[in-house]
């Protein structure tokens, strides 16, 4: 999917009233308003629940409770649609935790992806707010209502007040469910990287290593204590691992062959990518987090189903060329 499909900002601050009304117009007027909240909702749902496809259902159940609420007493609707989206969210959560069979160790989260000079300046811009995959796996980690007092607060700046009874628990005790979030998400996640062009020269620089089988090369931009998830999703099971260290992952060199084919640059949640082509269609997707100078993590998409569903323009494929030039 286009990343202007989840990208959105703004907390819960924004907004104006809006009612349900008892006419046409009344109706047209409230789809008119939410569509404006729209990005802002999507953004929210992706950093809950690291799923493209799931956030867009949890837009759409929202735009459902919003249709049958009479919101003429609301005097915030942004606001008001978020918390609603956070419990719809939060319930989702909770849904998948206990169905869930797919390792959280191996699992990538669904990228945003973006194909540099394809998209215009406003949202390129956009993209630099994006929520990198390093940070989502981090997420993935966190209890349901951690997860939801931490994105609500500290990325859209919703008051604890606003969330404790989304999380039937009083502000204090939703305040300490966002610290103790906050104190995982401070220890795991990586920390901030170099410039956009810093960042691609150095996963240039491995891709470059990778294909020519130079050891050194790779070690020299590796992080000693990089990490590597591949996720093949259930039609590639056996393509999943979880890989650490520098050494590890330089011994992976099946991993790296198809990237050695027609490749194609990518920016995916505002970081550096590459995606492999062949015979002109999407076949695994790598991106790159770098702290520093070096690559910290490696996600490494091989998910037949998830790369399909990848809207990636026929002409940009076209544009993907060998490690040779040709």
């Known amino acids: 999917m286009d990343a202007s499909t989840v990208e959105g900002t703004g907390g819960s601050g924004a907004g104006t009233g809006g009612g349900a009304g008892g006419g046409d117009s009344d109706a047209d007027a409230l789809a008119r308003r939410f ?76 990228p945003i992806v973006h194909v540099p000079g394809a998209g215009d300046p406003e949202h390129a811009a956009e993209l630099t707010e994006s929520v990198g995959l390093a940070l989502l796996v981090v997420l993935e980690t966190l209890a349901p209502a951690e997860r939801l007092a931490f994105v609500l607060h500290d990325m859209f700046a ?81 393509a999943s691992k979880l890989v650490r260290g520098a050494e590890a992952i330089t011994r992976q060199a099946l991993m790296y062959a198809t990237f050695r084919k027609a490749s194609l640059p990518l920016v995916v949640n505002g970081q550096p990518a590459v995606l492999s082509v062949v015979d002109g269609k999407p076949s695994a997707l790598m991106a790159f987090t770098v702290v520093g100078d070096r690559i910290v993590e490696l996600h490494v998409l091989a998910d037949p189903e998830r790369i399909a569903a990848l809207d990636i323009p026929e002409e940009a494929l076209a544009r993907a060329v060998y490690p040779d030039g040709d």
């Open 35 to 110: 569509d404006a909240d729209r990005g802002h909702l999507r953004a929210v749902a992706y950093r809950m629940l690291g799923s493209l496809s799931e956030a867009e259902d949890a837009v759409q159940e929202t735009w459902f409770k919003l249709s049958r609420t009479d919101v003429s007493g609301v005097a915030n609707l942004t606001g008001w649609l978020t918390t609603v989206i956070g419990r719809v969210c939060l319930d989702m959560l909770r849904s998948r935790g206990s169905r869930r069979e797919d390792p959280l160790d191996h699992f990538v989260p669904d």
């Open 158 to 238: 919703v008051a604890f007040d606003e969330i404790a009874p989304i999380v039937d628990r009083t502000p204090a005790a939703t305040r300490q469910l966002a610290s103790r979030a906050r104190r995982r998400v401070q220890d795991a996640a990586p920390g901030p990287g170099p410039d956009a062009r810093r960042q691609r020269e150095i996963a240039d620089a491995f891709l470059a290593a990778s294909q020519g089988g130079d050891f050194e090369g790779l070690l020299a931009v590796l992080d000693p204590d990089a990490v590597l998830r591949a996720d093949g999703g259930k039609l590639l099971a056996g």
